[in-house]
């Protein structure tokens, strides 16, 4: 219990989408809130996107209007549809899922956004 598993990254041409998929096994990813985070070499990592337990979702400023993030309880899994990529939503992108103290982290998944 606890590890996260994602999955669903890949190349795709500026103006495409993706899905990633994250995976918490558990009879409690219900209480957890869940999202990603993404890296460049070089720079910190950067928070994406994230969910709530009650649903309340929050994105960073440079993907509004472009990703949403959901999540499906009864699934143990939470996604995040990407659309209208760009060059810069080149990165390594790693899922999470927080309760308090415990916060743990997918192993990432890496997306690249031809021009």
């Known amino acids: 219990q606890g590890q996260l598993v994602e999955s669903g990254g890949g190349l795709v041409q500026s103006g495409g989408s993706l899905r990633l998929s994250c995976a918490r096994p558990?009879?409690?990813?219900?209480?957890?809130?869940m999202g990603w985070y993404r890296q460049t070499p070089g720079k910190q990592r950067e928070l994406v996107a994230a969910?709530?337990?009650?649903?309340?979702?929050n994105y960073a400023d440079f993907v509004k209007g472009r990703f949403i993030i959901s999540r499906d309880n009864a699934k143990n899994m939470a996604y995040l549809q990407m659309s209208s990529l760009k060059p810069e939503d080149t990165a390594v992108y790693f899922c999470y899922s927080n309760w308090g103290r415990d916060l743990t982290w997918g192993q990432g998944t890496q997306v690249t956004v031809s021009s």
């Open positions: 969910i709530n337990p009650d649903g309340s979702t």
């Open positions: 558990g009879s409690t990813f219900r209480t957890y809130a």
